[in-house]
C-alpha cells in the first residue's frame, strides 16, 4: 500500500497528521508565543539570580520548549541579556550564562558524540548501578516518600515540563539514593519533556550522575530534604503537586515520614495509606553511593 493511501485510509486530518491537542497544553505555542513568554519574563529577568531557584515562583523565562523547536531566536535572547548585563544587570548576567550551558553541550555532544551512549570520563563505566525495578517504578510513579522529589514528578508527568532545580534533585535522587543508572532517568526524561533536548538532557544527566565533563562531584549528594527546605520553604510548590500533604505544618511539609503519630493525626495524614513512607533512607543510600564511587579508586579529594 502507497504512503497517502495509509494515511487517507485512517481518516486522520489533511496531510496524513493526526489533529493535536497544542491548544489544551497551558503553553503559548507558536513564534507569537515564545514572544508572548518573553515579554512577559522581561520584566523579571533583574531577579533572575535570586528566583531561579525557587520552584513555588514564577522566576525562570519557560522559553525552553521554543529554543527546543526553534519558535524563539537563541540570537536575539543572547544579545537582549548581554544588553542588560553590560548594565551590571545581575539576573541578566545569571540568564545568558544558562543560555551559554545550552551552547556548551551542544558543543560537548558534537565533539564528544560517545556521551549519547558512555559517560563523558571514560573512568566512569565501570560504575556497577543497582537493578531495582521496585524503586525505579517508585521514582516514575511519583511516589518515593520524599515529597520534593514526588512533587517534580508529578509535575513532569502532568505538564510535560520540569523545573530546572528539580531535575537536578530527582536526577541525583534516581542515581545517587537508589544507585540507578543515569541512563534510565535521561530516557524517561526524553519521553516526558516537552522541551527534550539531547544535549542539554544528556549533560543534565551526566552532570547530576558525577560522570560528565563539568558535574558535580561524586561525593557531593544531594539531600532531597534540606534542598526543600531551601528552595521551597514554606512548601507552595509542594503543596501544588501534592495536595494530600496541603495541612501538614511548614515545619514537616518537607519530610512528613520523621512526624510523631500525634503531629501525623493533628493534621489526619496516615503515612502508607494517604502518602508513602520513604522508599529508602537518605543517609543509608548515600553511604552506599560514596562507596560504590570509592571503589573505582576514586578519592574525596577528587
Ligand atoms: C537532568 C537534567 C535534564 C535536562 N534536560 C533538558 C532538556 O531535555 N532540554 C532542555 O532544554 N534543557 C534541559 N535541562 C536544562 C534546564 O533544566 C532547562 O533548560 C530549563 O529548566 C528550562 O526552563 P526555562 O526555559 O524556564 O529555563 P531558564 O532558566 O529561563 O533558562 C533559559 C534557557 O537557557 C537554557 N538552559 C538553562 N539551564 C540550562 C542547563 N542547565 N543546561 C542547558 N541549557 C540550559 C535553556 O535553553 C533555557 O530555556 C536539563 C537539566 C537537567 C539537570
Not at 540568564?95 to 564528544?112: G, K
Request: with cysteine; hydrophobic share 40%; proline share 6%.
Amino acid at each position: 500500500m502507497r504512503l497517502e493511501s495509509v494515511y487517507w485510509s485512517r481518516g486522520d486530518s489533511d496531510l496524513g497528521f493526526a489533529r493535536t491537542n497544542l491548544r489544551e497544553l497551558p503553553l503559548p505555542t507558536g513564534m507569537r508565543g515564545a514572544q508572548w513568554l518573553l515579554q512577559d519574563f522581561l520584566p523579571r529577568m533583574a531577579d533572575y539570580h535570586v528566583a531561579r531557584d525557587q520552584p513555588g515562583r514564577r522566576g525562570v523565562s519557560y522559553l525552553s520548549v521554543h529554543l527546543r523547536f526553534g519558535t524563539v531566536s537563541v540570537r536575539q535572547l543572547a544579545a537582549l541579556a548581554a544588553r542588560q548585563a553590560a548594565r551590571g544587570c545581575e539576573g541578566a548576567q545569571a540568564w545568558l550564562s544558562e543560555l551559554a550551558w545550552r551552547d556548551f553541550y551542544f558543543m560537548i555532544l558534537w565533539h564528544h558524540p560517545q556521551v549519547v551512549s558512555r559517560p563523558f570520563r571514560r573512568e566512569y563505566e565501570a560504575v556497577q548501578w543497582d537493578d531495582a525495578p521496585g524503586l525505579w517504578q517508585a521514582w516514575c510513579e511519583a511516589r518515593t516518600g520524599y515529597p520534593l522529589v514526588d512533587a517534580a514528578m508529578r509535575q513532569l508527568l502532568r505538564t510535560g515540563y520540569m523545573h530546572n532545580r528539580l531535575r537536578m534533585v530527582v536526577a541525583s535522587f534516581l542515581t545517587k539514593d537508589l544507585g540507578i543508572d543515569w541512563r534510565q532517568g535521561e530516557r524517561f526524561f526524553a519521553q516526558h519533556l516537552n522541551d527534550y533536548d539531547l544535549a542539554a538532557n544528556n549533560g543534565g544527566w551526566q552532570w547530576a550522575a558525577s560522570t560528565g565533563c563539568d558535574d558535580q562531584p561524586w561525593f557531593r549528594i544531594f539531600n532531597p530534604v534540606t534542598q526543600s527546605q531551601r528552595f521551597d520553604p514554606q512548601g507552595r510548590f509542594l503543596r501544588r503537586y501534592v495536595p494530600e500533604l496541603a495541612a501538614v505544618p511548614d515545619r514537616h511539609i518537607h519530610f512528613p515520614a520523621a512526624m510523631g503519630p500525634a503531629a501525623l493525626a493533628a493534621c489526619g495524614l496516615r503515612l502508607g495509606v494517604d502518602y508513602p513512607w520513604p522508599v529508602v533512607e537518605h543517609a543509608r543510600a548515600r553511604a552506599r553511593t560514596l562507596r560504590r564511587f570509592s571503589l573505582l579508586g576514586q578519592s574525596a579529594d577528587g
